[in-house]
């Protein structure tokens, strides 16, 4: 009976210091979101099995196709060109520009060369 406590107890403490250490990643986690999540995640909420935009009514099973569109309902511009810095409000618009703007900078970069 005496080893089955002692087991118990140390379980018991592992899985104190699990939740403590989980605790600690959460918060970290929270510190670190930026103000553009913040603001797509205020724009949808899920509501009958679907998740739903706020703003345009536009509504997804996946919460990830929901994110991304409200992307296009926020004021700022959240994401920036590696290359020249201009700034778009969403990924996608971010992706087509560094496509038609810079594949060939990418290119020469993926490559090793030098203009």
Do not use: F
Not at 50 to 76: A, F, M, P, Q
Request: hydrophobic share 30%; glycine share 4%; aromatic share 6%.
């Amino acid at each position: 009976a005496v080893v089955s406590t002692q087991s118990t107890v140390r379980l018991e403490s592992e899985r104190l210091k699990t939740l403590t250490t989980l605790q600690a990643v959460l918060t970290d986690m929270s510190i670190k979101t930026s103000p553009e999540q913040e603001i797509n995640t205020e724009l949808m909420k899920y509501q009958n099995g679907v998740w739903l935009c706020n703003v345009c009514g536009k509504t997804d099973r996946n919460k990830y196709n929901i994110k991304y569109h409200t992307e296009i309902h926020s004021d700022t511009s959240a994401h920036y060109c590696s290359y020249c810095g201009k700034s778009y409000r969403t990924k996608n618009s971010l992706r087509v520009h560094k496509y038609k703007a810079h594949a060939s900078e990418k290119l020469i970069q993926q490559l090793g060369h030098v203009v």
